[in-house]
């Protein structure tokens, strides 16, 4: 069974930075990896997914402000949290596989706030 552990979340004030990482363990392969996140009462939604050979895909909202990356090795992930607004806050979820498909994280949140 493969376990994701994010950190990095927290509280920050509008136009400040974050940046989460996270690990997956108990897969010998690399996957796609990305990022989720949600709010209560709403949808989850994308935020942004790497492929193996590092492709990055974003949501329309986070363009120019995040960045995804990715080790070369193994399923560690990280994403670069730039300008940002009270919209962001949610809880982020580490995905394993296009889509999550083969993992999901517990979360952490990020709170953006004055």
């Known amino acids: 069974q493969v376990r994701l552990v994010e950190s990095g979340g927290g509280l920050v004030q509008p136009g400040e930075s974050l940046r989460l990482s996270c690990s997956a363990f108990g897969t010998a392969a690399r996957n796609n990896m990305g990022w989720y996140r949600q709010t209560p009462g709403k949808q989850r939604e994308l935020v942004a997914e790497i492929t193996v050979g590092s492709y990055p895909t974003y949501a329309d909202s986070v363009k120019g402000r995040f960045t995804i990356s990715r080790e070369r090795t193994g399923n560690t992930v990280y994403l670069q949290m730039n300008s940002l607004k009270p919209e962001d806050t949610a809880v982020y979820y580490c995905?394993?596989?296009?889509?999550?498909?083969?993992?999901w994280g517990k979360g952490t949140l990020v709170t953006v706030s004055n």
């Open positions: 995905t394993l596989g296009a889509g999550g498909m083969r993992g």
